[in-house]
């Protein structure tokens, strides 16, 4: 039996986000805890030229809700990045989360061949739609969650794998 890639996309994006949620309450339970402001969490960085944690944060929503979008067809919701502290980057992945629980998987249908094209600077990749979930679209996702993940660590912030991870459930 083949995955849809409604399966491959929807729950996965979910599951992510969600992992994300717990990570931000995490995040501002330490900062109480330490005397820290929500933006000396959110604004900080593994190294100068990558994105703070905020910006992790809306990038991993960016990639989730235009992923979908590109698949399904469904218009996405726009958001401003202009998110800094915890109660605001939460709201966005809650509010990221309602949009792709709101997709019907039936507009899935055919999205493993759909040509998706990523307009950048200097170059217009082209994928079907399935090269393009598995090889850009989920690495990058994956890539600005762990990116939350290990700028938390590296403040202090008692997370480990399982926190990762996240909670096992069926599908």
Same mark, same amino acid.
Not at 54 to 74: E, H, N, P, Y
């Given at each position: 039996?083949?995955?849809?890639?409604?399966?491959?996309?929807?729950?996965?994006?979910?599951?992510?986000?969600?992992?994300?949620?717990?990570?931000?309450?995490?995040?501002?339970?330490?900062?109480?805890?330490?005397?820290?402001?929500?933006?000396?969490?959110?604004?900080?960085?593994?190294?100068?030229?990558?994105?703070?944690?905020?910006?992790?944060?809306?990038?991993?929503?960016?990639?989730?809700?235009?992923?979908?979008?590109? @698949?399904?067809?469904?218009? /996405?919701?726009? #958001?401003?990045?202009? *998110? %800094?502290?915890? &109660?605001? +980057?939460?709201?966005?992945?809650?509010?990221?989360?309602?949009? @792709?629980?709101?997709?019907? /998987?039936?507009? #899935?249908?055919?999205? *493993? %061949?759909?040509? &998706?094209? +990523?307009?950048?600077?200097?170059?217009?990749?082209?994928?079907?739609?399935?090269?393009?979930?598995?090889?850009?679209?989920?690495?990058?996702?994956?890539?600005?969650?762990?990116?939350?993940?290990?700028?938390?660590?590296?403040?202090?912030?008692?997370?480990?794998?399982?926190?990762?991870?996240?909670?096992?459930?069926?599908?």
């Amino acid at each position: 039996m083949s995955v849809s890639m409604y399966r491959a996309t929807i729950p996965v994006f979910i599951r992510g986000l969600d992992v994300l949620v717990s990570l931000l309450d995490k995040g501002a339970a330490h900062a109480k805890e330490k005397g820290l402001s929500d933006t000396d969490v959110t604004s900080a960085r593994l190294i100068d030229d990558m994105l703070p944690l905020s910006g992790q944060i809306q990038r991993a929503s960016d990639t989730s809700k235009l992923s979908a979008q590109r @698949l399904s067809g469904v218009a /996405a919701p726009a #958001f401003d990045d202009t *998110e %800094t502290t915890f &109660v605001e +980057l939460r709201e966005r992945v809650v509010k990221t989360v309602a949009y @792709l629980k709101s997709i019907d /998987a039936g507009t #899935f249908e055919g999205s *493993e %061949t759909r040509v &998706v094209t +990523l307009k950048q600077k200097n170059f217009e990749p082209k994928f079907s739609g399935e090269d393009y979930l598995f090889l850009f679209a989920l690495p990058n996702f994956y890539f600005h969650i762990v990116t939350a993940y290990d700028i938390l660590r590296h403040l202090g912030v008692p997370v480990g794998k399982m926190d990762f991870l996240g909670a096992f459930q069926a599908a």
